[in-house]
């Protein structure tokens, strides 16, 4: 009997001891969806992988700017989670996921860029709206124009 409550104790201790990450089954990892989407990447700061697809404007928004942007918001397996229909939205950069602080000032006004984020440059461990926990997230973003 005490062998079994030993045994027990020490399952406690180590079940406690242990983060429980959970990731869903449907994600991908980056590098996976950059290879089966045949994509050329670059890499930047962070684990940021991007795409410029148009650079847009010589100047460009800084953390302190307004940011004005179409884009669309998807997961690896291409689920979309949120975009904006070609109507516009603004937010203060600051305020935004850090992969998005530093993808954006990569483009100017009018340009074009694809964001591949990892967890930790998006929303982490945690779930948001129809974002699991954990989620690697694309997006397409188009900076229509910004204020410093």
């Given at each position: 009997?005490?062998?079994?409550a030993t045994l027990f104790l020490a399952f406690v201790l180590l079940s406690l001891g242990c983060e429980k990450v959970t990731i869903s089954t449907d994600q991908r990892s980056l590098e996976?969806?950059?290879?089966?989407?045949?994509?050329?990447?670059?890499?930047?700061?962070?684990?940021?992988?991007?795409?410029?697809?148009?650079?847009?404007?010589?100047?460009?928004?800084?953390?302190?700017?307004?940011?004005?942007?179409?884009?669309?918001?998807?997961?690896?397996?291409?689920?979309?989670?949120?975009?904006?229909?070609?109507?516009?939205?603004?937010?203060?950069?600051?305020?935004?996921?850090?992969?998005?602080?530093?993808?954006?000032?990569?483009?100017?006004?009018?340009?074009?860029?694809?964001?591949?984020?990892?967890?930790?440059?998006?929303?982490?461990?945690?779930?948001?709206?129809?974002?699991?926990?954990?989620?690697?997230?694309?997006?397409?973003?188009?900076?229509?124009?910004?204020?410093?």
């Amino acid at each position: 009997m005490k062998t079994y409550a030993t045994l027990f104790l020490a399952f406690v201790l180590l079940s406690l001891g242990c983060e429980k990450v959970t990731i869903s089954t449907d994600q991908r990892s980056l590098e996976e969806y950059v290879a089966d989407e045949n994509l050329a990447v670059q890499e930047g700061p962070e684990g940021l992988l991007y795409i410029i697809e148009e650079p847009g404007s010589a100047e460009r928004p800084t953390i302190n700017s307004m940011v004005t942007v179409n884009y669309v918001g998807r997961l690896t397996d291409d689920r979309i989670f949120d975009q904006t229909n070609g109507s516009p939205v603004s937010f203060p950069l600051g305020n935004l996921v850090r992969g998005w602080q530093l993808g954006i000032p990569l483009v100017g006004a009018g340009g074009k860029i694809k964001l591949l984020l990892p967890p930790s440059l998006g929303y982490g461990n945690r779930p948001v709206g129809s974002i699991p926990a954990n989620s690697n997230l694309v997006f397409d973003i188009e900076l229509v124009s910004f204020t410093n």
